[in-house]
């Protein structure tokens, strides 16, 4: 089946500028996590939904972050007035009920900010 | 902290070799987990072990977990240039958040 998808594989903006980043979890996974990796780092947690609400939001680094699941599915990551040390990639997983089990992960965005 | 910390950072080892990583933290956890990471298929999970239990094994992989001593090894037997890549533990601590903690990773080369 479908894996995790996350859409754009790249993205490139300016400084100032507002971002959107998609991710599409497994079917059925009700837990859904949004992690950022730098060079040479492992991810670092910034929200956890369990279905349609945030469970813990504890990661993100300041109010220009905030990500939303309507639906309990598909989860979109919003960052406004991006700042070049908001580059790095932004990862996706999703897992089937959370608790603790196995997370899947999406590809990653790439995100640039010149 | 509560992230793990890999050790060695690197290791360069021929195919057929054995790899072995260790995996030590601070904190209590509820399970350890163990994923990889490389260009061609992100970042991928390997294995999981509960606090609760000492050795899981799972095709080529040997996971072990000492909770006195706060440490984890994953052994990857008859190692493979496709075992190529980055490793990281994961730690899903006790009581509170359901996020992972990862730790910075160590790189593993398998040279053909």
């Known amino acids: 089946g479908a894996g995790v998808s996350q859409t754009p594989s790249n993205k490139v903006t300016e400084k100032g500028k507002y971002v959107e980043l998609r991710c599409d979890p497994i079917?059925?996974?009700?837990?859904l996590y949004w992690y950022r990796q730098s060079l040479g780092q492992g991810p670092e947690f910034l929200i956890y939904?369990?279905?349609?609400?945030?469970?813990?939001d504890s990661g993100l680094p300041n109010d220009r972050f905030f990500a939303v699941r309507p639906e309990g599915s598909v989860s979109t990551l919003k960052i406004q007035r991006t700042e070049r040390g908001d580059s790095a990639v932004y990862l996706c997983?999703?897992?089937?009920?959370?608790?603790?089990?196995?997370?899947?992960f999406g590809p990653g965005t790439r995100l640039t900010v010149l | 902290s509560q992230q793990g910390e890999e050790d060695p950072q690197a290791l360069s080892i021929q195919e057929g070799e054995n790899a072995t990583m260790n995996c030590s933290y601070k904190?209590?956890?509820?399970?350890l987990q163990w994923y990889r990471q490389n260009s061609g298929r992100g970042l991928v999970h390997l294995i999981l072990?509960?606090?609760?239990?000492r050795e899981k094994h799972s095709g080529r992989l040997r996971v072990t977990l000492d909770t006195s001593k706060k440490s984890s090894s994953l052994l990857i037997t008859a190692s493979r240039a496709a075992d190529t890549a980055s490793y990281f533990c994961?730690?899903?601590?006790?009581?509170?958040?359901?996020?992972?903690?990862f730790g910075k990773g160590m790189k593993l080369t398998v040279n053909p």
């Open positions: 997983a999703s897992s089937k009920t959370g608790l603790g089990n196995e997370q899947f």
């Open positions: 939904f369990q279905g349609t609400g945030a469970a813990d």
């Open positions: 072990i509960r606090s609760n239990e």
């Open positions: 079917s059925g996974h009700t837990a």
């Open positions: 994961a730690l899903y601590h006790q009581g509170g958040s359901e996020k992972l903690v």
């Open positions: 904190t209590s956890i509820n399970n």
